[in-house]
């Protein structure tokens, strides 16, 4: 059984000036403060340090106050056939299952014609949120009035961006005193090219607030109290329904196989159970998101983000529901996944990151367009493979399977223990006393 080294002895003292400390300083005190084995708990952390000294500085500099290095698996999901092209996909997730199940839709699908993928859009959107007392058709005058201003002030900020094909490519005002009392905003849309574009967006907002605030104080028809805009804050929005991609595959539903009928028409339903049943689909959506989510942590994007930004558009109707839709057509089945993801190829961790810069060339240094494509159909594939078990033959089956190995390694089973429980639970039904049991026989054996 794997050691339990550090149990917690008491909660650490309150603490000044940490982050200007050393990395070891913050060891030492860590583990002192909060841990009965000090040195256990110094070497855990140490021992997960990169040997090269100088990767290792690279990932302490991502982040303040790190100590040491998070392993989680990076796996390969192989024979995804994107839009006619092969893929073999990296992802990242601690979920045992996952890229099994990833890798079982991608074979299947592949010699069902593949998956097709588009994009419906790439707009992203930031906001400049206000509270102004005073007339709203002075503000519009004053709006139109300093519009190009606007723009003009973020000339030094997406000068490189227009370049590569983005920048601004709408402003509005949006009178939001119906929801809020004086509440009104700068409602900006931008285009970011290869980049997820979060610093490029809030930059730009944050100079067009101040532009605001600026000019208002010289605006000839404001009043003094309406001179004094106060802007409460200027942000991206990671509710991006512009910035949208669309993942399908069909087939002749004989081609599903014996049962193929049946498994459609059960299919179908589970996915409308998820379309008007909210607990379904958010489980369901969950589903979608473990693919997305693996493909996002592997290319270095912002899986919180990308998160957000699908829940949100999960609820859209004002109820939370699915995100993929399935039917039959003339005897055709077909499933598709429509998603909004803000996502980057370059930019962030893109450069930085030796395995993010790895994961993008695996996938052929795809551009932004592509690489929204590729996450879609992970999602839609890890939601087939999801679906297809439920209503199958349960998931539980599939994923012990997958969970094996864990509740060996928790066992502390050795090599030779786990090669023939292995062997043995392939026409078993895995559980963890079940597995537990069997380990023992075999000990005593
Ligand atoms: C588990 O991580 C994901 C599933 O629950 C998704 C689903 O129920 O569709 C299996």
Redesign the pocket.
């Known amino acids: 059984m794997i050691p339990y080294l550090c149990t917690m002895k008491k909660h650490p003292q309150q603490v000044d000036g940490f982050s200007k400390w050393s990395k070891e300083e913050k060891i030492d005190w860590l583990a002192h403060q909060c841990f009965s084995s000090p040195t256990e708990a110094k070497a855990l952390l140490t021992s997960y340090w990169h040997s090269d000294a100088k990767l290792q500085q690279l990932h302490d500099e991502f982040i303040e106050n790190a100590v040491t290095n998070f392993y989680l698996p990076l796996g390969l999901a192989p024979n995804f056939v994107i839009n006619g092209k092969n893929y073999v996909l990296p992802m990242v997730t601690e979920?045992s299952s996952?890229v099994a199940a990833a890798s079982h839709a991608a074979k299947f699908w592949a010699q069902r014609g593949g998956f097709h993928a588009e994009v419906i859009g790439t707009q992203k959107v930031g906001q400049v949120h206000f509270m102004y007392k005073g007339s709203a058709k002075k503000l519009e005058h004053f709006f139109n009035k300093i519009h190009p201003l606007l723009l003009a002030d973020t000339d030094r900020i997406t000068e490189k961006m227009k370049k590569r094909g983005g920048g601004i490519t709408d402003i509005s005002l949006v009178d939001k005193t119906a929801d809020l009392p004086n509440y009104h905003q700068l409602h900006v849309c931008f285009e970011t090219a290869d980049a997820m574009g979060a610093n490029f967006i809030n930059s730009c907002l944050e100079q067009m607030a101040e532009t605001f605030k600026r000019e208002a104080q010289t605006f000839e028809a404001f009043d003094k109290s309406e001179k004094k805009i106060d802007v409460v804050m200027s942000i991206l929005s990671n509710h991006v329904p512009n910035c949208r991609v669309r993942a399908s595959v069909s087939c002749a539903i004989e081609s599903l196989g014996s049962a193929g009928d049946a498994l459609a028409r059960r299919f179908v339903d589970a996915v409308r159970i998820a379309q008007v049943a909210p607990h379904r689909a958010v489980?369901?959506n969950?589903?979608i998101m473990?693919g997305i989510d693996a493909v996002a942590i592997a290319t270095g994007n912002d899986f919180r983000a990308i998160e957000a930004g699908a829940h949100a558009y999960a609820a859209k109707s004002g109820a939370y529901s699915s995100l993929s839709e399935a039917w039959i057509k003339d005897d055709c089945f077909g499933f598709a996944l429509e998603l909004p993801l803000a996502v980057g190829t370059v930019g962030g961790l893109t450069q930085l990151h030796p395995l993010v810069r790895w994961s993008h060339e695996l996938l052929g240094n795809p551009d932004v367009r592509t690489l929204m494509q590729i996450m879609a159909v992970a999602g839609l594939a890890q939601?087939f493979a999801?679906?297809r078990?439920?209503v199958t033959t349960g998931?539980q089956q599939g994923?012990m399977k997958m969970h094996l190995q864990n509740i060996l390694n928790q066992l502390g089973a050795n090599m030779e223990e786990k090669i023939a429980l292995t062997e043995q639970f392939k026409t078993q039904t895995v559980s963890y006393a079940a597995v537990e049991q069997a380990l023992q026989s075999w000990r005593k054996a």
């Open positions: 979920e996952v489980t369901h969950k589903g473990n939601n999801a679906v078990s439920l998931i994923h």
